[in-house]
């Protein structure tokens, strides 16, 4: 549902219009190419990642179809490491939210490479605990990108706070919740 949900999001930037959606709030950076190519990248492979994540916590495709577990869970992996981890750290340097903004971004964008990187190293040391659990918190971090739409909604819902304070508040909340249920998970389930 919530793949589905960032694919109607997604799918409003074709074909490409600089004043569609969020880059209605960009205008300041859309004439800097390294930023626009970084956007436009991290908006149209994101999917892919989203995607991919989900099909690796199929108890069903791990058991099987195992080479379908393994292409997927590549698909994930490169376009993390090699895609979206630049171009949202690109994104995340012209960020909105003045500095406690960027923070945040800058933070999560680190974390979920490494993360990711992480478990690529537990799995080729034939460490499935580890890299399970490195999965679980890289997932929670793919998931911002759901839940910082969620919490936007959510905080606008109670409260009025102008723009630039609800990006800092929303900035931090689209993955510090997330990372704390995925560590909770892992300690409650033992993954």
């Known amino acids: 549902m919530a793949t589905f949900l960032m694919l109607t999001g997604i799918v409003i930037y074709y074909p490409l219009h600089d004043t569609t959606g969020f880059l209605q709030f960009k205008q300041a950076y859309i004439h800097i190419l390294p930023w626009k190519i970084a956007f436009y990248t991290h ?6 990642v989203l995607l991919a994540g989900f099909t690796q916590f199929s108890a069903y495709v791990l058991k099987e179809h195992r080479a379908l577990h393994r292409i997927m869970g590549k698909i994930y992996v ?3 490491l090699l895609v979206n981890f630049p171009a949202a750290m690109i994104m995340a340097i012209y960020a909105n939210g003045l500095l406690p903004g960027k923070t945040a971004f800058v933070i999560l964008d680190c974390l979920w490479f490494w993360f990711t990187y992480k478990a690529v190293v537990e799995i080729k040391r034939k460490n499935i605990k580890a890299h399970k659990q490195f999965m679980i918190r890289s997932y929670a971090l793919t998931l911002s990108a759901v ?8 905080i606008s819902a109670f409260v009025t706070i102008d723009p630039v304070h609800l990006y800092m508040i ?3 909340m689209g993955f510090v ?3 704390l249920f995925a560590e909770w998970l892992i300690r409650t389930k033992r993954v």
Do not use: E, K, Q
């Not at 908006?43 to 892919?48: K, Q, Y």
């Open 43 to 48: 908006v149209f492979s994101i999917i892919l």
């Open 170 to 172: 929303d900035a931090w």
């Open 78 to 80: 490169y376009d993390i």
């Open 147 to 154: 839940m910082l739409r969620l919490w936007r909604i959510i």
């Open 177 to 179: 919740p997330n990372l």
